[in-house]
C-alpha cells in the first residue's frame, strides 16, 4: 500500500520549514553631528563578513539575513555605532567624532602638538615596543623602530653592548651623537630602562629640532617616562630571564693543521719549515698520551666558560585620585657574560608625582635613582677574544695539575680573563625634576622647572701578575711584571632651570595658535682624582696605601661649561587645513670666545591637509587622510670631541700645561710649564642647514604611508688644518668642513582583522649619501679617511686585481712590496709609473649603512600573539684586518676556511698564497673589504593572554612569552663575524644571541 501523498498545504508548510528565511534590504543614511553626510562609513552585518560602505552622499543599502538584527557603524575619526535594526528597512545614523583620535597628541620640543597637526618630521616608538626586546640598553632597542635612524650595535658586552645613533647619516667629524632629553633632562638614553618608557619621539628635521638650538645638529630623540594614573591603585610587574650565545664564531683551524700550514707559509718564502718532520711526528703520536707537551687547544672553547644567564624584573606601582597622581617603579637588570668575570648590573628607582593644588595651580616632582656595576678583566674584553682568536692550537691552555700553560709568550685568554685582575666600573646617578604650572585662563599657562642632576662614577683597576708554565711545570713567563692598582673618581653636578609661558587660543575655531616663549639656563661642573701605585705585595688587599709608592701617580683635573637660551615657537593652523610653525632659539655658549658665544637657529615649516578640501570628497572612501608638508631650517653643534671621545670644552682656548713638562736643575727635578697648542679665539658654531618635504597618506582606514626626503649640508666644521712643523705647537681649530647628506625616509604600515585573527605589518626603509664636500684640501692615507667628494670615514688603500699566476707576470708588473711571487695579490698602478705608493690609493668603500630597512610582522589570535621582526642594511662595506683575518699575521693562527689559499694547483683560490712576514700582501686594499650587507631575523616573540575569565579579580592581565633576539643573520661578509661590527682586526666581543621566557602580570 502506497503512503498518502501530502496536499498542497502540507507541501507548502514544509517548503516554509526547509527554506531559509530571505534577506532583508535596509538603506539609510549616515551624517556627521553637522548634519553633513559622511562617504565611505564602513557598514557591517554584526558576526558576518558582509556589508558595504557608504556613497558620495551618504547613503547606503546591504542585504541582512532575517536572524541578524545589529548593524555596525565605522569611520576613521569617528566614534563606532552599533544599531539594532528590529524591523525597521531604514535606519539613519549620526556618527560622533573620535575626540581621543583627532586629539592625538605627539611629544615635540618642550611640549606636545596634535599628530594631525604635525609640519616637522617626528616619529613615534611606544615602550610597549620597546619592552618586546630584551636587550640591556635602551639604544639597542630602537633598531629598526624609526625610518632615517641608524642602529649600529658594535659589542654583545654586558654593560658595553649599547649602539651607536645616527638620525639621517653623519654631519660632522666630531661628535655625530643624536641629543637625548628625558622628561625635559639632557641624559644619557641608556640610563633609562625600557619598562619605564611610555614613549620615544625622534625629531629628524630642522623644524621639529631647532627649538633645541646649538645641540640639535645630529637630530633630538625625546623620552617621556610613565606617570600615575587617576584611575585607582594598579600593580604592574614584569621579568623574563634567559640566556646568550654568540651571533658568529671563526671556526679556528687544530694544532696539526695550524703545523702543517704555517710550514707552508714559511717555504713559500724560502724559509725553512718551522717545524720538522721529526716534530710533526711526535705531535701527532704524543696528544693523546702526553696533552701538556703536545696540546691540542681550541682556545675559544677553553675561555668561553659561562652560560650568559641573564635577568630583568620590573615592578610598577601607579595610582592617584583627580588631585594627586603617583607612579613608583623599581628595575634590576643583571647580565653575565661567556667569559669568566664578566657582568653588568643596574638598578633603577623612579617615583614620578603629580598634584593639583587648584584648578589654576599644579606641580610635579619626578625623582630618578640609579646604580650601574660593571665588572671585566683588567686587561679588556678586547684583549680576551683577540687571543683566543690568535693563539695557535698547539700551545698549551691548561696542564693536567690545573696550571696555566704558557699561552703565547705569557698572553693568557683564560688566565687574564680569570685571574689576571678585575676592573670594576660603579656609578650612582640621580635626575630630580621639579617643576611648577600656574593656568590662569584656559588658553594661557606658565611654567617653571628645575632640574639638577648628579653622577659620581669610579673606576677601580687591578691588574694583577699571572703566571704561567711549562709542559714540565717549570715556571715560564709572569706577566705584567708589577701587579698595579688605578682608582679613578668623578664627580658630575648639572643644574638646568627654565621657564616657559604658553598661549592656546583659538578664534571662532578657525584661527587657532599656540605660542611658545621661554628661557633656559644650563651648566655642568666636571671633576676628576686618579691614583696609582704598583706593587702590592698582598694582592688580595687591594687599597692605594698598600702598594709601594716608587712609581706612583697621582692626577686632578676639573672642568665647567654652561649655556643661556632663549627660545621660542608660533604654531598656526587654519580650520587644521592650512598649517604654518616657526621656531627660533639663541644660545649662548661658554665654548667659544667673546664675540661668537651667541648665535640664532631658526625654522620654518608648513603643511596642507589635503583631505580638508572639498575636491577630497570624492575620494573619502579610499582615502581617509592626506598631508603634504615641508620645512626649513638651521641648527648648530658645540660639541667638539679629541681622538678618545672625550669632550673638547674650551677649543678657541691655549693653555699652559704645569707639571707634565718637568725639567731638571742641578739633578733636581723642578717643576715646569709649557704651551704646547695654538689658540684661534675666532672659531665659532658648525652650522648645518636642513631642508625637508614629507608626504602622509591614510588608506582605507587601516593603510598608513609617509615618505621624506631630506638635504643636510654641515658648514664651518671645525677642524685641526695643517701648519708648519717648525711652529712646535699643535695645530688650532679652525672653521673650514663641509660635510652633506641627502636622502629619504619610508614607512608603511597596514594593519585588519578577519574574524578572530588580527594582523599587522610594518615596514620601514631609508636611505642617505653622506659626502665631504670641503676639507681645504687636507688629504690623509690612513685606513680611514674623510676625503674631499667621498664618505666620511671611507676606506683607503689600493685597488687589488686579482693574483699573480706567475714570476712573468711579477716581473712584468710595477714593483710592489716585500718578496713578491705567484699567488700574491697584484695591485693596480694607476699613474704607471712602474712603483706602487700611495699616489697608486684610492677610495675603496664607505662603512656607512645605505638602504637600511625593517619589517615588523604582528598576528593575533584568541590571546595568542606572534610577533616576527626583520632588520638589515642593504649596502655596507666591511674591513678585517690584522690576526683576525690575515693568515699567519705576526705568527698568529689561521682560520678553517682560509685553507682556500693560492697554490699552483689552486690558481682560484680565495685567499692568496700562505707568505711568513711578508709585507705585500697585508697592505690596505680592497682585497680584504667584504659586503657588511646583510638581514637579521632581529627578534621573534610568542605570547599568550590568559582571559579574563580564568584570572581572579584582582587579577587585570597575564601574559606568558617566549623570545628569541638576533636569532638568524643572512650575509656575505668573512665567516665567524658579525656585519654589524665589520671594522677593526676581529678583537671585540661578539654580538649575542638571546633566549628568553617571560612573565607580564597586572593586578
Given at each position: 500500500?502506497?503512503?498518502a501523498?501530502?496536499?498542497?498545504?502540507?507541501?507548502?508548510n514544509?517548503?516554509?520549514?526547509?527554506?531559509?528565511?530571505?534577506d532583508?534590504?535596509?538603506?539609510g543614511?549616515?551624517?556627521?553631528?553637522?548634519?553633513?553626510?559622511?562617504?565611505?562609513?564602513?557598514?557591517?552585518?554584526?558576526?558576518?563578513?558582509?556589508?558595504?560602505?557608504?556613497?558620495?552622499?551618504?547613503?547606503?543599502?546591504?542585504?541582512i539575513?532575517?536572524?541578524?538584527?545589529t548593524?555596525?557603524?565605522?569611520?576613521v575619526?569617528?566614534?563606532s555605532?552599533?544599531?539594532?535594526?528590529?524591523?525597521e528597512?531604514?535606519?539613519?545614523?549620526?556618527?560622533?567624532?573620535?575626540?581621543?583620535?583627532?586629539?592625538?597628541?605627539?611629544v615635540?620640543?618642550?611640549?606636545t602638538?596634535k599628530?594631525?597637526?604635525?609640519?616637522?618630521?617626528?616619529s613615534?616608538?611606544?615602550?610597549?615596543?620597546?619592552?618586546?626586546?630584551?636587550v640591556?640598553q635602551?639604544?639597542?632597542?630602537?633598531?629598526?623602530?624609526?625610518?632615517?635612524?641608524t642602529?649600529?650595535?658594535r659589542?654583545?658586552?654586558p654593560?658595553?653592548?649599547n649602539s651607536?645613533?645616527?638620525i639621517?647619516g653623519?654631519?660632522?667629524?666630531g661628535?655625530?651623537?643624536p641629543?637625548?632629553?628625558?622628561?625635559?633632562?639632557?641624559?644619557?638614553?641608556?640610563?633609562?630602562?625600557?619598562n619605564?618608557?611610555?614613549?620615544?619621539s625622534v625629531?629628524k628635521?630642522?623644524?621639529?629640532?631647532?627649538?633645541?638650538g646649538s645641540?640639535?645638529?645630529?637630530?633630538?630623540?625625546l623620552?617621556?617616562?610613565?606617570?600615575?594614573s587617576e584611575k585607582?591603585?594598579?600593580?604592574?610587574y614584569?621579568t623574563?630571564?634567559g640566556w646568550?650565545?654568540p651571533?658568529?664564531?671563526?671556526?679556528i683551524?687544530n694544532g696539526?693543521?695550524?703545523?702543517?700550514?704555517i710550514?707552508e707559509?714559511?717555504?713559500?718564502?724560502?724559509?725553512?719549515?718551522?717545524y720538522?718532520?721529526?716534530?710533526?711526528?711526535e705531535?701527532?703520536?704524543?696528544?693523546?698520551?702526553?696533552?701538556?707537551?703536545?696540546?691540542?687547544?681550541?682556545?675559544?672553547?677553553?675561555?668561553?666558560t659561562?652560560?650568559g644567564?641573564?635577568?630583568s624584573?620590573?615592578v610598577?606601582?601607579?595610582?592617584?585620585?583627580d588631585?594627586?597622581?603617583?607612579?613608583g617603579?623599581?628595575?634590576?637588570?643583571?647580565?653575565?657574560?661567556?667569559?669568566?668575570?664578566t657582568?653588568f648590573?643596574?638598578?633603577?628607582?623612579?617615583?614620578n608625582?603629580?598634584?593639583?593644588?587648584?584648578?589654576?595651580?599644579?606641580?610635579?616632582m619626578?625623582i630618578?635613582?640609579?646604580?650601574?656595576?660593571?665588572?671585566?678583566?683588567?686587561v679588556?674584553?678586547?684583549?680576551?677574544?683577540h687571543?683566543?682568536?690568535?693563539?695557535?692550537?698547539?700551545?698549551?691552555?691548561?696542564?693536567?695539575?690545573?696550571?696555566y700553560?704558557?699561552?703565547?709568550?705569557?698572553?693568557?685568554?683564560?688566565?687574564?680573563?680569570r685571574?689576571g685582575?678585575?676592573?670594576?666600573?660603579?656609578?650612582?646617578?640621580?635626575i630630580?625634576?621639579?617643576?611648577?604650572?600656574?593656568q590662569?585662563?584656559?588658553?594661557?599657562?606658565?611654567?617653571?622647572?628645575?632640574?639638577?642632576?648628579?653622577?659620581l662614577?669610579?673606576?677601580?683597576?687591578?691588574?694583577?701578575?699571572?703566571q704561567t708554565?711549562?709542559w714540565?711545570?717549570?715556571?715560564?713567563?709572569a706577566?705584567?711584571v708589577?701587579?698595579?692598582?688605578?682608582?679613578?673618581?668623578?664627580?658630575?653636578?648639572?643644574?638646568?632651570?627654565r621657564?616657559?609661558i604658553?598661549v592656546?587660543?583659538s578664534?571662532?575655531?578657525?584661527?587657532n595658535?599656540n605660542?611658545?616663549?621661554?628661557?633656559?639656563?644650563?651648566?655642568?661642573?666636571?671633576?676628576?682624582?686618579?691614583?696609582?701605585?704598583?706593587?702590592f705585595l698582598?694582592?688580595?688587599?687591594?687599597?692605594?696605601?698598600?702598594?709601594?709608592?716608587?712609581?706612583?701617580?697621582?692626577?686632578?683635573?676639573?672642568?665647567h661649561w654652561?649655556l643661556?637660551?632663549f627660545f621660542?615657537?608660533?604654531?598656526?593652523n587654519?580650520?587644521?587645513?592650512y598649517?604654518?610653525?616657526?621656531?627660533?632659539?639663541?644660545?649662548?655658549s661658554?665654548?667659544?670666545?667673546?664675540?661668537?658665544k651667541?648665535?640664532?637657529?631658526?625654522?620654518f615649516?608648513?603643511?596642507?591637509?589635503?583631505?580638508?578640501?572639498?575636491?577630497?570628497?570624492a575620494l573619502?572612501?579610499?582615502?581617509?587622510?592626506?598631508k603634504?608638508?615641508?620645512?626649513w631650517g638651521?641648527?648648530?653643534n658645540q660639541?667638539?670631541v679629541?681622538?678618545?671621545?672625550?669632550?673638547i670644552?674650551?677649543?678657541?682656548?691655549?693653555?699652559?700645561?704645569?707639571g707634565?713638562?718637568n725639567?731638571?736643575?742641578d739633578?733636581?727635578?723642578r717643576t715646569?710649564?709649557?704651551?704646547?697648542?695654538?689658540?684661534?679665539?675666532?672659531?665659532k658654531?658648525?652650522?648645518?642647514?636642513?631642508?625637508?618635504?614629507?608626504?602622509?597618506?591614510?588608506?582605507?582606514?587601516?593603510f598608513n604611508?609617509?615618505?621624506e626626503?631630506?638635504?643636510?649640508?654641515?658648514?664651518?666644521?671645525?677642524?685641526?688644518?695643517d701648519?708648519?712643523?717648525?711652529?712646535?705647537l699643535?695645530?688650532?681649530?679652525?672653521?673650514?668642513?663641509?660635510?652633506?647628506?641627502?636622502?629619504?625616509?619610508m614607512?608603511a604600515?597596514?594593519?585588519?582583522?578577519?574574524?578572530?585573527?588580527?594582523?599587522?605589518?610594518?615596514?620601514?626603509?631609508?636611505?642617505?649619501?653622506?659626502k665631504v664636500?670641503?676639507m681645504?684640501?687636507?688629504?690623509?692615507?690612513?685606513?680611514?679617511?674623510?676625503?674631499?667628494?667621498?664618505?666620511?670615514g671611507s676606506?683607503?688603500?689600493?685597488?687589488?686585481?686579482?693574483?699573480?699566476?706567475?714570476?712573468v707576470?711579477?716581473?712584468?708588473?710595477?714593483k710592489?712590496?716585500g718578496?713578491?711571487?705567484?699567488?700574491?695579490?697584484?695591485?693596480?698602478?694607476?699613474?704607471?709609473?712602474g712603483v706602487?705608493?700611495?699616489?697608486?690609493?684610492?677610495?675603496?668603500?664607505s662603512?656607512?649603512?645605505?638602504y637600511?630597512?625593517?619589517?615588523?610582522?604582528?598576528?593575533?589570535?584568541?590571546?595568542?600573539?606572534l610577533?616576527?621582526?626583520?632588520?638589515g642594511v642593504?649596502?655596507?662595506?666591511?674591513?678585517?684586518t690584522g690576526?683576525?683575518?690575515?693568515?699567519?699575521?705576526?705568527?698568529?693562527?689561521?682560520q678553517?676556511?682560509m685553507?682556500?689559499?693560492?697554490?699552483?694547483?689552486n690558481?682560484?683560490a680565495?685567499?692568496p698564497?700562505l707568505?711568513?712576514?711578508?709585507?705585500?700582501?697585508i697592505?690596505?686594499?680592497?682585497?680584504?673589504?667584504?659586503?657588511?650587507?646583510f638581514?637579521?631575523l632581529?627578534?621573534?616573540?610568542?605570547?599568550?593572554?590568559?582571559?579574563?575569565?580564568w584570572?581572579?579579580?584582582?587579577?587585570?592581565?597575564?601574559?606568558?612569552?617566549a623570545?628569541g633576539?638576533?636569532?638568524?643573520?643572512?650575509?656575505?661578509?668573512?665567516?665567524?663575524?658579525?656585519?654589524?661590527?665589520?671594522?677593526?682586526?676581529a678583537?671585540?666581543?661578539?654580538?649575542?644571541?638571546?633566549?628568553?621566557?617571560?612573565?607580564?602580570?597586572?593586578?
Amino acid at each position: 500500500m502506497l503512503p498518502a501523498q501530502p496536499d498542497a498545504d502540507d507541501r507548502l508548510n514544509l517548503l516554509e520549514n526547509v527554506m531559509p528565511d530571505p534577506d532583508r534590504n535596509i538603506r539609510g543614511m549616515v551624517k556627521d553631528e553637522g548634519g553633513e553626510p559622511l562617504p565611505g562609513v564602513s557598514v557591517m552585518v554584526k558576526g558576518t563578513q558582509r556589508g558595504t560602505t557608504t556613497n558620495m552622499d551618504g547613503t547606503f543599502q546591504v542585504e541582512i539575513p532575517d536572524d541578524q538584527n545589529t548593524l555596525v557603524f565605522s569611520f576613521v575619526g569617528y566614534e563606532s555605532k552599533e544599531i539594532p535594526v528590529g524591523s525597521e528597512s531604514i535606519v539613519d545614523v549620526v556618527l560622533n567624532v573620535d575626540v581621543k583620535s583627532l586629539s592625538e597628541v605627539v611629544v615635540v620640543g618642550y611640549g606636545t602638538q596634535k599628530k594631525v597637526n604635525l609640519t616637522g618630521s617626528v616619529s613615534v616608538v611606544s615602550g610597549e615596543e620597546l619592552t618586546r626586546r630584551p636587550v640591556g640598553q635602551t639604544s639597542t632597542a630602537l633598531a629598526g623602530t624609526v625610518p632615517g635612524l641608524t642602529v649600529t650595535q658594535r659589542s654583545g658586552q654586558p654593560g658595553r653592548d649599547n649602539s651607536s645613533l645616527r638620525i639621517r647619516g653623519v654631519g660632522t667629524i666630531g661628535d655625530s651623537n643624536p641629543l637625548v632629553i628625558v622628561d625635559g633632562v639632557e641624559a644619557n638614553i641608556n640610563v633609562i630602562d625600557p619598562n619605564e618608557i611610555e614613549t620615544i619621539s625622534v625629531l629628524k628635521d630642522a623644524s621639529s629640532a631647532a627649538i633645541y638650538g646649538s645641540r640639535a645638529a645630529n637630530g633630538v630623540i625625546l623620552i617621556t617616562t610613565k606617570r600615575g594614573s587617576e584611575k585607582g591603585f594598579s600593580v604592574n610587574y614584569n621579568t623574563y630571564m634567559g640566556w646568550q650565545a654568540p651571533t658568529d664564531m671563526p671556526e679556528i683551524v687544530n694544532g696539526l693543521d695550524h703545523m702543517n700550514l704555517i710550514n707552508e707559509a714559511y717555504t713559500n718564502t724560502g724559509r725553512s719549515p718551522l717545524y720538522t718532520e721529526q716534530q710533526v711526528q711526535e705531535y701527532m703520536a704524543g696528544r693523546a698520551t702526553n696533552p701538556d707537551r703536545y696540546p691540542d687547544t681550541d682556545w675559544q672553547k677553553l675561555t668561553m666558560t659561562e652560560s650568559g644567564f641573564m635577568q630583568s624584573h620590573y615592578v610598577g606601582v601607579t595610582g592617584g585620585t583627580d588631585k594627586v597622581r603617583i607612579l613608583g617603579s623599581l628595575g634590576y637588570f643583571d647580565q653575565d657574560g661567556i667569559i669568566p668575570n664578566t657582568s653588568f648590573k643596574r638598578y633603577n628607582l623612579r617615583i614620578n608625582t603629580d598634584a593639583k593644588i587648584t584648578d589654576k595651580l599644579s606641580t610635579s616632582m619626578d625623582i630618578f635613582l640609579q646604580r650601574r656595576d660593571l665588572v671585566e678583566p683588567a686587561v679588556g674584553t678586547d684583549y680576551v677574544f683577540h687571543w683566543m682568536r690568535r693563539i695557535p692550537a698547539n700551545q698549551a691552555g691548561v696542564l693536567s695539575t690545573g696550571q696555566y700553560g704558557e699561552g703565547w709568550n705569557g698572553d693568557h685568554p683564560l688566565g687574564k680573563a680569570r685571574d689576571g685582575g678585575l676592573t670594576r666600573e660603579n656609578e650612582i646617578s640621580s635626575i630630580i625634576n621639579l617643576s611648577v604650572k600656574y593656568q590662569p585662563t584656559k588658553w594661557l599657562t606658565g611654567s617653571l622647572m628645575y632640574s639638577p642632576k648628579f653622577g659620581l662614577p669610579y673606576k677601580k683597576k687591578f691588574m694583577n701578575t699571572l703566571q704561567t708554565y711549562r709542559w714540565d711545570g717549570s715556571p715560564s713567563f709572569a706577566t705584567p711584571v708589577r701587579n698595579s692598582l688605578e682608582e679613578t673618581m668623578n664627580r658630575t653636578w648639572y643644574n638646568n632651570l627654565r621657564a616657559t609661558i604658553a598661549v592656546d587660543k583659538s578664534i571662532n575655531n578657525v584661527h587657532n595658535f599656540n605660542i611658545l616663549a621661554g628661557y633656559q639656563q644650563e651648566d655642568q661642573i666636571n671633576k676628576k682624582l686618579l691614583a696609582y701605585r704598583e706593587v702590592f705585595l698582598l694582592p688580595d688587599y687591594q687599597e692605594i696605601n698598600s702598594g709601594n709608592r716608587e712609581n706612583e701617580r697621582t692626577e686632578g683635573t676639573s672642568s665647567h661649561w654652561a649655556l643661556n637660551s632663549f627660545f621660542g615657537r608660533i604654531n598656526y593652523n587654519f580650520k587644521e587645513k592650512y598649517l604654518f610653525e616657526a621656531n627660533a632659539r639663541y644660545d649662548g655658549s661658554s665654548r667659544f670666545a667673546k664675540g661668537n658665544k651667541y648665535a640664532v637657529f631658526p625654522s620654518f615649516s608648513a603643511g596642507w591637509r589635503i583631505i580638508e578640501e572639498p575636491f577630497m570628497r570624492a575620494l573619502s572612501s579610499t582615502i581617509t587622510d592626506l598631508k603634504l608638508r615641508a620645512s626649513w631650517g638651521r641648527l648648530g653643534n658645540q660639541n667638539l670631541v679629541d681622538a678618545s671621545g672625550n669632550s673638547i670644552l674650551y677649543p678657541f682656548a691655549a693653555f699652559v700645561g704645569i707639571g707634565n713638562s718637568n725639567y731638571s736643575f742641578d739633578n733636581v727635578n723642578r717643576t715646569g710649564a709649557s704651551l704646547n697648542e695654538m689658540a684661534n679665539s675666532k672659531i665659532k658654531w658648525e652650522t648645518t642647514t636642513v631642508s625637508n618635504i614629507g608626504l602622509d597618506l591614510t588608506m582605507w582606514n587601516n593603510f598608513n604611508f609617509s615618505f621624506e626626503y631630506y638635504q643636510r649640508r654641515t658648514t664651518d666644521i671645525l677642524l685641526r688644518l695643517d701648519i708648519p712643523t717648525m711652529i712646535g705647537l699643535t695645530a688650532p681649530y679652525q672653521n673650514a668642513g663641509v660635510v652633506e647628506n641627502k636622502g629619504w625616509d619610508m614607512s608603511a604600515s597596514y594593519r585588519n582583522k578577519a574574524g578572530d585573527l588580527t594582523y599587522g605589518v610594518a615596514v620601514n626603509l631609508s636611505d642617505v649619501k653622506n659626502k665631504v664636500v670641503d676639507m681645504r684640501g687636507v688629504f690623509r692615507s690612513d685606513r680611514q679617511v674623510n676625503n674631499e667628494g667621498y664618505p666620511i670615514g671611507s676606506f683607503f688603500g689600493y685597488v687589488a686585481d686579482g693574483f699573480f699566476q706567475s714570476a712573468v707576470e711579477v716581473a712584468d708588473h710595477a714593483k710592489q712590496f716585500g718578496n713578491v711571487a705567484a699567488g700574491d695579490i697584484r695591485y693596480t698602478d694607476f699613474n704607471n709609473d712602474g712603483v706602487l705608493n700611495n699616489l697608486d690609493q684610492r677610495i675603496i668603500g664607505s662603512p656607512i649603512p645605505r638602504y637600511t630597512y625593517s619589517t615588523n610582522i604582528d598576528l593575533g589570535y584568541k590571546g595568542f600573539d606572534l610577533s616576527i621582526f626583520f632588520q638589515g642594511v642593504g649596502k655596507a662595506d666591511g674591513y678585517l684586518t690584522g690576526h683576525g683575518i690575515m693568515p699567519f699575521f705576526e705568527g698568529s693562527t689561521i682560520q678553517e676556511y682560509m685553507r682556500d689559499s693560492w697554490r699552483p694547483d689552486n690558481t682560484g683560490a680565495e685567499f692568496p698564497r700562505l707568505a711568513f712576514n711578508e709585507t705585500n700582501n697585508i697592505q690596505n686594499s680592497s682585497f680584504w673589504l667584504r659586503d657588511a650587507s646583510f638581514l637579521r631575523l632581529k627578534n621573534l616573540q610568542l605570547g599568550y593572554n590568559f582571559p579574563k575569565s580564568w584570572l581572579k579579580d584582582r587579577v587585570q592581565k597575564l601574559r606568558l612569552y617566549a623570545s628569541g633576539q638576533n636569532l638568524l643573520t643572512f650575509d656575505n661578509f668573512y665567516p665567524g663575524f658579525d656585519a654589524e661590527a665589520p671594522v677593526g682586526n676581529a678583537g671585540w666581543y661578539p654580538q649575542m644571541k638571546v633566549f628568553t621566557v617571560g612573565l607580564d602580570v597586572r593586578f
